[in-house]
């Protein structure tokens, strides 16, 4: 999403720079005879080459140098956690760990926590039906600003600005040239679901994805800054008449010319209006664009030295795409293929059980991309995956009444696999697939499917001795594995955690269907009363006779949660490290990063939040 509306964009730089080369053209003689053409010297040349060659160095080195930076951020916030997690494993009190870094709790609270402006970050901005997008974090606006700043400074330094045109404009054009090449390789490699960096470091595909869209603004810039700069010189050399038969006389500006129209097509079709509006539509024309723009591209930079920067673009997309065809055949070809049950549930909902041909070790967190060929045809989907079984039915056992215990949990006695998600009805492809299983008499309807994953589950909660989790609606399918996992590990002895709350803000009791078979399988664990309390706040009861609360444990409310007061009451009494995680709309979301960023200073609070704002 557009997470940086409010920050003043490198257009308006280069946009000056495009606007003060047609100006001196516009305010020179136009009748008289046009300018000679500059010849650089070999000397010239080669000085210019050496130039764009150590500059485009200088934007990948400095992006290798935050990347490991980060790298060491992350081992060393690791190796934290895992010390004490050990260290709380038979302390039931942990209050070393309760009281906070001051240091460090400030940085998070104004910088890694903190929105750009007051709170609102993760609430989308609206005019009227339009999405414009999200304010990003004040971290990600400094990394950012850093990124545009390093790149509009590398497109005109050096540049013989007080020399003559022609030579400046020579320089101009071959330096924004191949720094708009050299910033695809970022860009390609952030747009990738099996993007390296986001095991490596610990950032999720939601943050990248931020970055991509910036690196493609700015590589479109420079590429519009590297056309003007040819169209201006050739019009300064010939005329303007003069430009057009040029065009139709030359490869490598014709193929220019279309790839800076396809890398154009792309940033514009890309807003977050059109983006959110017209999905589907979108990443069709996205993906068939960005072949578009490679092809011409390569064709454009035939011979010359940026090319090697494309071959690397070019191999970067192959083999993210070819890692994505094969993790597709290997989870879902054979044995009769992946089938999809679905099952609809109350509330616009329906739950989905996955049987795949080859499944992998579940870890909570994690999400997977669906697809459902006799729904939305090859169109691939992301949701989180909110339970797994493998060869325990645990809604028999439940029923039944026999106690679960944390073995059996998490057990794997090798029956036959399946993950489930719960799926809401919006538009598009969870509206049709939700129309498809409200068309089974029975309720229940399998289909053929293929899953792509597993991606994410980089996030632990092992090492807090206190653990919130909040969802919202349908944000629940990704908190759920989590409550269930620390449960286990308190039974077992295996995690820091001495108290798990869960908050879950839905409009309807109702509601409680998506889940409550797994749930019923939660509240049997062992030990489950001495750690774990479930608050249930729903928002638009239909009478007050729904609101009760079955035990001391499990409790429901009307309305919605008062989060700053919530978090207020558990801190206060907090049991080590609070880990604050959230999944749910983005209102949700904003309060409860206020409420902790509030306590950074006094208590030793970390906050998690998931998201697909994509």
Request: aromatic content about 10%; some cysteine.
């Amino acid at each position: 999403m557009d997470k940086l509306h409010v920050i003043s964009r490198p257009a308006l730089v280069l946009g000056t720079m495009a606007t003060l080369v047609l100006g001196e053209q516009a305010s020179g003689s136009q009748s008289s005879s046009r300018q000679r053409k500059y010849q650089y010297s070999p000397a010239q040349k080669a000085a210019a080459a050496v130039d764009n060659a150590r500059f485009a160095r200088y934007i990948l080195t400095t992006l290798a140098a935050v990347v490991f930076a980060l790298f060491v951020y992350r081992i060393v916030v690791q190796s934290i956690r895992y010390i004490r997690t050990l260290t709380c494993l038979n302390n039931d009190t942990q209050k070393y760990f309760k009281m906070p870094n001051l240091a460090f709790g400030a940085v998070k609270q104004h910088l890694l926590y903190a929105p750009l402006f007051r709170r609102r970050h993760n609430r989308e901005i609206h005019l009227a039906w339009l999405q414009l997008g999200y304010v990003p974090t004040r971290f990600q606006s400094l990394f950012l600003a850093g990124v545009i700043t390093m790149n509009v400074t590398l497109s005109v330094w050096g540049i013989e600005w007080d020399g003559p045109r022609d030579a400046a404009l020579n320089h101009l054009r071959n330096r924004t040239g191949t720094l708009s090449v050299v910033n695809m390789i970022p860009l390609v490699l952030l747009a990738g679901r099996n993007n390296p960096l986001i095991s490596l470091l610990n950032i999720s595909f939601d943050n990248f994805n931020l970055v991509h869209r910036w690196f493609g603004r700015i590589m479109v810039l420079q590429a519009l800054a590297h056309s003007i700069a040819e169209v201006v010189k050739r019009s300064d050399q010939d005329g303007w008449k003069a430009i057009q038969a040029a065009f139709q006389n030359s490869q490598m500006l014709m193929t220019g010319l279309v790839a800076t129209m396809a890398s154009v097509a792309i940033v514009l079709m890309a807003s977050a209006a059109l983006r959110h509006a017209f999905y589907e539509t979108f990443l069709h024309l996205h993906i068939a664009l960005v072949i578009l723009l490679l092809v011409f591209l390569w064709k454009h930079l035939e011979n010359t030295y940026p090319q090697k920067y494309l071959l690397a673009v070019i191999l970067l997309w192959a083999i993210e795409r070819f890692t994505r065809f094969a993790v597709l055949v290997y989870r879902n070809v054979g044995r009769g293929g992946t089938k999809a049950e679905l099952e609809l549930l109350p509330g616009d909902a329906c739950r989905v059980t996955l049987k795949m041909v080859r499944p992998w070790t579940f870890q909570p967190g994690q999400y997977a991309f669906i697809t459902v060929p006799s729904v939305g045809l090859w169109t691939s989907h992301p949701f989180s995956l909110a339970w797994s079984s493998d060869g325990l039915d645990d809604r028999n056992d439940s029923e039944k009444g026999y106690m679960v215990s944390a073995d059996d949990v998490l057990a794997k006695p090798g029956g036959e696999a399946s993950m489930s998600l719960i799926i809401r009805r919006r538009s598009g492809f969870t509206a049709k697939l939700f129309e498809k299983a409200k068309r089974s008499t029975s309720g229940l309807t399998t289909v053929s499917a293929y899953v792509e994953g597993p991606y994410g589950g980089h996030s632990v909660l092992h090492s807090y001795g206190t653990v919130m989790v909040f969802a919202g609606g349908v944000g629940i399918t990704h908190q759920v594995p989590f409550v269930r996992d620390l449960v286990a590990g308190y039974a077992s002895g295996t995690v820091a955690a001495r108290k798990v709350i869960l908050i879950w803000v839905i409009q309807s009791p109702e509601h409680l269907e998506w889940i409550r078979p797994w749930m019923t399988t939660i509240l049997a664990m062992d030990n489950r009363r001495d750690v774990l309390r479930i608050q249930l706040f729903v928002t638009q009861p239909r009478s007050t006779r729904e609101i009760h609360s079955p035990s001391a444990t499990v409790q429901m409310f009307p309305g919605k949660p008062n989060i700053d007061t919530l978090i207020e009451m558990e801190s206060e009494n907090q049991i080590g490290a609070m880990g604050v995680s959230v999944c749910g709309t983005g209102g949700l979301s904003d309060d409860v990063r206020a409420a902790v960023r509030k306590r950074q200073g006094w208590r030793n609070i970390d906050y998690l939040e998931q998201g697909f704002t994509w």
